[in-house]
């Protein structure tokens, strides 16, 4: 396991895809931009969507703090006594990037779904992994992967992508396509380089975003790594573009060329 000095903002940085602040600033003008014009309208008179987009920062926080309840009452909390080597893996990853407390881990109920996620409400931050994504480190007996998975995830949560006012202020550029979408693309090259840091070793088990978790151990990373080189064309960059997260092809090949980000578009 690598430990980073978080303490050197350079090593931060670095950390952060190059164009993720830029998408950000974006995403803030045009939820700045229409907040702007839902209050002028409003002052005017109006109703209907004006007051819906000045809802907007009350929804937020009722979203946040749902989707936390909702992890607390349903998934599995991971804890010392309760999947233990997971909670190691937790802990170690919020002390290697210097969180000032250690998140909430949930497993959740999967249904077939491989995703794990971060967020948080008011103080509290919170990982939860999907139950078929967890087996992955469990069951199947590949630490690392989940190692990965876990570091990626609470990867987000050091570099800010889970604040409610980062949030509240991209809202609005979430809904519209590409836009909102950019963003969250450049945050998952992000927390894919934090994981990198944290256990490069774990890059492989992504093979199972792509075959599934009892196929994945025989895929080949790297023929998917290179194929970021020949499956190109109009449509697979409008695939990427509409995408939260980046194209699995592309995806590989930023965490084997290490020497430069990701592709963002």
Same mark, same amino acid.
């Given at each position: 396991?690598?430990?980073?000095?978080?303490?050197?903002?350079? *090593?931060? !940085? /670095?950390? &952060?895809?190059?164009?993720?602040? /830029?998408?950000?600033? $974006?995403?803030? +003008?045009?939820?700045?931009?229409?907040?702007?014009?839902?209050?002028? *309208?409003?002052?005017?008179?109006?109703?209907?969507?004006?007051?819906?987009?000045?809802?907007?920062?009350?929804?937020?926080?009722?979203?946040?703090?749902?989707?936390? @309840? &909702?992890? *607390?009452?349903?998934?599995?909390?991971?804890?010392?006594?309760?999947?233990?080597?997971?909670?190691?893996? $937790?802990?170690?990853?919020? !002390?290697?990037?210097?969180?000032?407390?250690?998140?909430?881990?949930?497993?959740?109920?999967?249904?077939?779904?491989?995703? @794990?996620? +971060?967020?948080?409400?008011?103080? &509290?931050?919170?990982?939860?992994?999907?139950?078929?994504?967890?087996?992955?480190?469990?069951?199947? @007996?590949?630490?690392?992967?989940?190692?990965?998975?876990?570091?990626?995830?609470? %990867?987000?949560?050091?570099?800010?992508?889970?604040?409610?006012?980062?949030?509240? %202020?991209?809202?609005?550029?979430?809904?519209?396509? %590409?836009?909102?979408?950019?963003?969250? !693309?450049?945050?998952?090259?992000?927390?894919?380089?934090?994981?990198?840091?944290?256990?490069?070793?774990?890059?492989?088990?992504? !093979?199972?975003?792509?075959?599934?978790?009892?196929?994945?151990?025989?895929?080949?990373?790297?023929?998917?790594?290179?194929?970021?080189?020949?499956?190109?064309?109009?449509?697979?960059?409008?695939?990427?573009?509409?995408?939260?997260?980046?194209?699995?092809?592309? &995806?590989?090949? @930023?965490?084997?060329? *290490?020497?430069?980000?990701?592709?963002?578009?």
């Amino acid at each position: 396991m690598l430990l980073v000095r978080w303490g050197d903002p350079r *090593r931060t !940085r /670095a950390l &952060r895809h190059p164009r993720e602040n /830029a998408a950000l600033l $974006v995403c803030l +003008a045009v939820t700045a931009l229409a907040v702007t014009g839902a209050v002028n *309208r409003a002052l005017d008179g109006e109703t209907g969507q004006p007051l819906l987009v000045l809802a907007i920062p009350a929804l937020v926080f009722f979203v946040r703090g749902q989707l936390y @309840a &909702r992890q *607390r009452v349903n998934g599995v909390r991971i804890s010392p006594t309760q999947f233990p080597e997971a909670h190691r893996m $937790v802990v170690e990853a919020a !002390r290697a990037f210097e969180l000032p407390q250690v998140p909430d881990a949930y497993v959740v109920l999967g249904n077939g779904h491989i995703n @794990a996620f +971060a967020s948080g409400h008011g103080s &509290r931050r919170f990982v939860a992994v999907h139950s078929d994504l967890f087996e992955v480190g469990g069951r199947l @007996a590949d630490p690392d992967a989940l190692r990965f998975v876990i570091g990626h995830e609470v %990867g987000h949560i050091a570099a800010g992508h889970v604040s409610y006012w980062r949030q509240f %202020g991209v809202s609005v550029a979430e809904i519209i396509p %590409g836009i909102g979408a950019t963003l969250n !693309r450049a945050q998952e090259y992000t927390a894919d380089n934090h994981a990198y840091e944290f256990c490069p070793q774990g890059k492989e088990g992504l !093979r199972v975003l792509a075959a599934g978790k009892y196929l994945y151990p025989d895929v080949d990373f790297a023929d998917i790594a290179d194929r970021a080189h020949t499956d190109q064309g109009l449509f697979v960059m409008l695939v990427n573009l509409l995408s939260s997260h980046p194209i699995n092809t592309w &995806r590989f090949h @930023a965490l084997t060329d *290490r020497s430069r980000p990701g592709r963002l578009l």
